[in-house]
């Protein structure tokens, strides 16, 4: 079974950085694509960022610019830098892998607070 563990959540100012990290317990070429989504208290799950097996690159607008998904293939792990963090980025970040045609894994998740 595939499991991805995420790390890098935390508590920092606005304008700040993180780095968070998610590690596959299977080889990333074999997915599609990996992405990150993140949950906001009373909003839905949105997708951030995707990185595909081809290494093409999606953002969403709001994140685009300050947000940077990146993978190391050799680590079975796949980054998010983000950058310029505004109290707005706060929420709760899962990664997710799909694989064709259905199947989907998601990770457990990791809290990334902006605030003063």
């Known amino acids: 079974q595939v499991q991805l563990v995420e790390s890098g959540g935390g508590l920092v100012q606005p304008g700040g950085s993180l780095r968070l990290s998610c590690a596959a317990s299977?080889?990333?070429?074999?997915?599609?694509?990996i992405d990150w989504y993140r949950q906001a208290p009373g909003k839905e799950r949105d997708m951030v960022a995707r990185i595909t097996s081809g290494g093409t690159t999606n953002y969403a607008e709001s994140v685009k610019g300050r947000f940077t998904i990146s993978r190391d293939n050799a680590e079975n792990t796949v980054y998010l830098q983000m950058n310029s963090l505004k109290p707005e980025d706060t929420a709760i970040y899962y990664c997710?892998?799909?694989?064709?045609?259905?199947?989907?894994?998601w990770g457990q998740g990791t809290q990334v607070t902006v605030s003063s």
């Open positions: 997710h892998a799909y694989q064709m045609v259905r199947n989907h894994y």
């Open positions: 299977t080889s990333i070429f074999g997915f599609n694509y």
